[in-house]
């Protein structure tokens, strides 16, 4: 089960916008809308902040936004923070109900 | 607030078994989908395994199929993942993971460090 792919590292200065994106298959990504981003911090479990490709889930920044087109999804962060400086993953739904996660990417503040 | 509390890890020799457990609390468990999720030492997430509310589906990563079972005991709040055959690659910390409305997790206990080594 091959993982979404999502670059290395992407950084930006603060208050820039950065995009980060996670590309599949028309077997996951591009398939269905059902497409999560999370945050996840050193040592700490993954954080929820964007689902079915557009949605935030109660009590996280619109800072953060989602995006779809074909194979590709893409998050964006704006306003960048140094509380932002962490780990991001995708995930999808896959054909054969089955979940796969991006490769991960290490946002870095300037 | 939601409260999810992984037990049973530790380290175990290849070819071992070894049962996790989730313990669930403030929200209604049996009304949803639970899934378990894994993360190796200074690597990337990977999903491992879901069951649905009732416990009448289960589905797995082809990486554990036939090795893992997951299950839940809705009486006692529970979740969790039978694990035998283990392999050098299935170390990792275990997180039990609760769906939010379709294939989305939104919370996660704190993790369980399964280590398989000789």
């Known amino acids: 089960q091959p993982a979404l792919t999502q670059p290395a590292s992407v950084s930006g200065s603060p208050g820039q916008s950065i995009t980060i994106s996670c590309t599949g298959t028309s077997s996951d990504v591009g398939g269905y809308k059902f497409v999560s981003w999370y945050q996840q911090h050193p040592g700490k479990a993954p954080k929820l902040i964007v689902y079915?490709?557009?949605n935030r889930p109660s009590g996280v920044s619109n800072r953060f936004s989602g995006s779809k087109s074909g194979n590709t999804a893409s998050l964006t962060i704006s306003g960048l923070q140094a509380e932002d400086e962490t780990d991001y993953y995708c995930?999808?739904?896959?054909?054969?109900?089955?979940?796969?996660f991006g490769t991960g990417t290490k946002v870095t503040v300037l | 607030q939601v409260q999810l509390v992984e037990s049973g890890g530790g380290v175990v020799q290849p070819g071992g078994s070894l049962r996790l457990s989730c313990a669930a609390s403030r929200f209604t468990f049996s009304n949803y989908a639970m899934h378990w999720v894994r993360q190796a030492p200074g690597k990337g997430l990977e999903w491992v395994a879901a069951i649905t509310y009732d416990g009448s589906n289960e589905y797995y990563a082809d990486s554990v199929k036939g090795r893992f079972t997951i299950s839940r005991d809705n009486s006692k709040n529970t979740l969790y993942l039978q694990m035998t055959s283990l392999r050098v690659e299935d170390t990792a910390v275990y997180y039990c993971a609760k769906r939010l409305q379709s294939w989305e997790f939104d919370y996660w206990g704190q993790g369980t460090l399964v280590t398989v080594s000789s």
């Open positions: 995930s999808s739904y896959r054909t054969t109900s089955t979940l796969v």
């Open positions: 079915d490709v557009t």
